[in-house]
């Protein structure tokens, strides 16, 4: 099997799950979201500018905390889980073209955005540093790309927790609590503007530009 294969089937399963999980998924988040990253989407969106596009959206919790001016365009592997930020954005009144889409092979052309959003969602795409060449790809010169995760823990005691957890919620949730967006972003040649970490390093909120 191929790499290219072996991350189409990942694709799908990490679909398969998130369409099956999308009834429950804003009742499931809400029990540790605020606690573990509080002002965190606000924080993300209320940067963005111009054109924006927002990789797996969801079911569209950033949606009220994007600026009134903003042009939004925002994609999904699960049309569960964008029939609920449909009716989420017509609920808020809120323009945006939402469709369903991979962030591995993004269907835009060069230099299309001015901003990339990415919330929760690098931890859960099979192939995160394809996906980030790809943001670099369609943003403008000048663009930023903005992100809230949670990532692989610098402390030791923490990272060992998660390293036991990880297999559990790869195989269950296709959710990653190892990997390391800075990294990616680096590696796409993304200039890293600001980087903040909290929650025993945890969680990261991490503002880049494509020169």
Known sequence: MTPRDESGRETERIKRIYERMAAGYDRQLERVEHFMFGDGRAWVCSQARGDVLEIAVGTGRNLPFYPADVRLTAI?????????????????????????????????????FDTV???????????????????????????????????????????????????????????????????YVEAAGLEVEQLARSRWGIVERLAARRR
């Open 76 to 112: 999904d592997l699960s049309e569960a889980m964008l029939d609920i930020a449909r009716q989420r954005a017509a609920d808020q009144r809120r323009s945006v073209d939402l469709r369903i889409g991979d962030a591995q092979r993004l269907e835009f052309a060069d230099a299309s």
């Open 117 to 183: 959003v990415s919330t929760l969602a690098l931890c859960t795409i099979p192939d995160p540093r394809r996906s980030v060449a790809e943001v670099q790809r369609v943003l403008r010169p000048g663009g930023r790309f903005l992100v809230l995760d949670h990532v692989r823990s610098p402390t030791m005691a923490v990272r060992v927790v998660q390293r036991i957890l990880d297999p559990i919620l790869v195989r269950f949730e296709g959710d990653h609590l190892l990997r390391e967006p800075l990294e």
